[in-house]
């Protein structure tokens, strides 16, 4: 038997994180809130559901594509909600050339915890 990590303890060390002081911190705390739900939501559909995603970085477009074929309209704000996060978690890794404040970790966060509550429903 495998025991497969719990991504969405993610979601904890991004609230650790946002406790600190600085702008890593907070862009940081994003980029694990995004991919705890992520990995837990790619999880789910490869495992429950039989979706096979390619092992590069077309499988962010990947899951976001497969949740928003759903036909249950909850799965598919999921998956919008889902590529927002995605939105900010590449703002925060890869746009040096912003800021990113305290502010908008909580936020990433409080979308992070959003889809976390709605993840059973896929």
């Not at 002081?21 to 999880?43: L, N, W």
């Not at 979706?51 to 309209?73: K, W």
């Not at 590449?90 to 800021?99: E, G, I, L, P, V």
């Amino acid at each position: 038997m495998t025991i497969q990590f719990d991504w969405l303890r993610y979601l904890d060390v991004a609230d650790h994180l946002q406790l600190q002081q600085g702008e890593e911190f907070f862009r940081s705390a994003t980029s694990r809130a995004y991919y705890g739900v992520f990995c837990s939501i790619r999880d789910i559909l490869e495992q429950r559901e039989g979706h096979p995603f390619p092992r590069n970085q077309s499988i962010h477009t990947e899951v976001v594509r497969v949740l928003r074929g759903d036909l249950r309209a909850t799965v598919v704000r999921l998956g919008n909600d889902l590529d927002r996060l995605r939105r900010e978690r590449n703002r925060a890794d890869y746009q040096t050339n912003t800021r990113f404040k305290l502010s908008d970790g909580r936020i990433s966060l409080r979308l992070a915890r959003t889809i976390q509550s709605r993840i059973s429903g896929v």
